[in-house]
């Protein structure tokens, strides 16, 4: 299958650099270019992509609130936060408005291959850099002095198991790397993830991460 990818940014050359990037690779088709978050948001409602690499930084709406459009309004959509800014409060932001991966601009064009694909296949991605460096500091200092959170109760229904393989996810780790810290088979880790977001209610690992972190399990 291939997977439809729309650019959101507003620098043309960076763009431009990305499309010949994606070009290349099998099974991805860049369907459009936005240069703005309004621009972002209209094209995911006229073309559908499957993917939208997204800046955050942009005129008019930042691609913060774009994504939060992109998701309230139910396209299809998943949301790839595709940044430089690895130092500053865009991936709470991100990953609050509903992105399911969150990436680098410094990453691989191989990496960033990998990443559109995940997404594609239902999955999420975070650069395991951004989780460990930043996720918790912010999500840390937005949930002190609270006692109990929506996410907590959330939280309260995992079994002892799923909540050290949930902990591991929100620090980053692939289903290989937690299965190979646990000592048990990756189908089994995949099995485990499956029930934790059913029971947390997460869209995926990237909603997991918010939950975690809300909840207090970190």
Not at 152 to 165: C, D, F, I, N, P
Request: charged share 25%; with cysteine.
């Amino acid at each position: 299958m291939t997977v439809r990818v729309l650019l959101a940014d507003d620098d043309a050359l960076l763009r431009a650099g990305v499309a010949v990037v994606l070009g290349t690779a099998e099974g991805i088709e860049v369907v459009g270019e936005a240069a703005d978050g309004l621009q972002a948001v209209a094209l995911c409602r006229s073309l559908g992509p499957d993917v939208v690499v997204m800046d955050v930084r942009m005129p008019g709406i930042d691609g913060i609130e774009a994504t939060r459009r992109i998701v309230a309004a139910g396209f299809p959509t998943r949301v790839l936060v595709l940044t430089t800014f690895h130092h500053d409060e865009y991936v709470w932001g991100a990953l609050q408005a509903g992105a399911s991966g969150f990436l680098l601009k410094r990453a691989s064009p191989e990496r960033l291959i990998d990443a559109i694909h995940t997404l594609a296949s239902g999955d999420a991605l975070i650069d395991p850099a951004v989780t460990r460096e930043l996720v918790g500091q912010f999500v840390t200092r937005s949930s002190a002095g609270r006692t109990e959170s929506p996410e907590s109760r959330r939280l309260a229904q995992l079994t002892g198991r799923e909540r050290e393989v949930l902990k591991l996810v929100a620090e980053g780790y692939s289903n290989a790397e937690i299965a190979d810290l646990l000592t048990i088979a990756e189908s089994t880790i995949k099995t485990h993830v499956k029930r934790i977001l059913a029971k947390i209610d997460a869209r995926d690992r990237a909603q997991a991460v918010v939950v975690a972190y809300r909840g207090g399990l970190m």
